[in-house]
C-alpha cells in the first residue's frame, strides 16, 4: 500500500511551466518547448526534478537556486520520496541538490540541510 503524504504540493509541471513563461514574459506557443527542456520526467507530471538543460534554463533566465552539497548520494528510497513529495522545482544530481524556491530552502537550512529527514517529513 502507498502511502499518502497531507502534504499537497502547488506546482505540477504543466502549472509550474505556464507561470514560467508568463514570468518570463514568453507566448503560450513556446510552452511544448520550454515543458521539454524543462523536466527530467515528462511521465510524472507531480515530479518537479529538473533536467540538467533545465537547471542551466533557470540559472541563464536568474532565477535563483540555493544549493546544498550533500554528504552522500541519496539512496533509492530518498529519490523516490524526492520525486513524490518536493514541492518545488529542483535539481539534484549526486552529491548536489538545488532548490528553487525559498520557503523549501529555509527549511532545509533549518534542519541543517539535512535532505533525508526533510523528506522522510513530507512522507509523514
Same mark, same amino acid.
Given at each position: 500500500?502507498?502511502?499518502?503524504?497531507?502534504?499537497?504540493?502547488?506546482?505540477?509541471?504543466?502549472?509550474?511551466?505556464?507561470? @514560467? %513563461?508568463?514570468?518570463?514574459?514568453? *507566448?503560450?506557443?513556446? /510552452?511544448?518547448?520550454?515543458?521539454? #527542456?524543462?523536466? $527530467?520526467?515528462?511521465?510524472?507530471?507531480?515530479?518537479?526534478?529538473?533536467?540538467?538543460?533545465?537547471?542551466?534554463?533557470?540559472?541563464?533566465?536568474?532565477?535563483?537556486?540555493?544549493?546544498?552539497?550533500?554528504?552522500?548520494?541519496?539512496?533509492?528510497?530518498?529519490?523516490? @520520496? %524526492?520525486?513524490?513529495?518536493?514541492? *518545488?522545482?529542483?535539481? /539534484?544530481?549526486?552529491?548536489?541538490? #538545488?532548490?528553487? $524556491?525559498?520557503?523549501?530552502?529555509?527549511?532545509?537550512?533549518?534542519?541543517?540541510?539535512?535532505?533525508?529527514?526533510?523528506?522522510?517529513?513530507?512522507?509523514?
Amino acid at each position: 500500500m502507498v502511502k499518502q503524504s497531507h502534504y499537497k504540493k502547488r506546482f505540477t509541471q504543466k502549472n509550474y511551466t505556464r507561470t @514560467l %513563461l508568463e514570468l518570463l514574459g514568453w *507566448s503560450i506557443g513556446r /510552452y511544448s518547448e520550454l515543458y521539454k #527542456i524543462l523536466w $527530467e520526467n515528462q511521465v510524472v507530471e507531480e515530479s518537479l526534478r529538473l533536467s540538467v538543460s533545465g537547471m542551466s534554463f533557470m540559472n541563464k533566465n536568474n532565477i535563483r537556486g540555493y544549493e546544498f552539497k550533500l554528504n552522500t548520494p541519496l539512496d533509492a528510497r530518498s529519490q523516490i @520520496l %524526492l520525486q513524490r513529495y518536493f514541492p *518545488s522545482p529542483f535539481f /539534484y544530481f549526486t552529491k548536489t541538490f #538545488i532548490v528553487y $524556491e525559498e520557503k523549501e530552502a529555509s527549511m532545509l537550512i533549518l534542519m541543517d540541510s539535512d535532505l533525508r529527514t526533510y523528506l522522510r517529513n513530507l512522507e509523514e
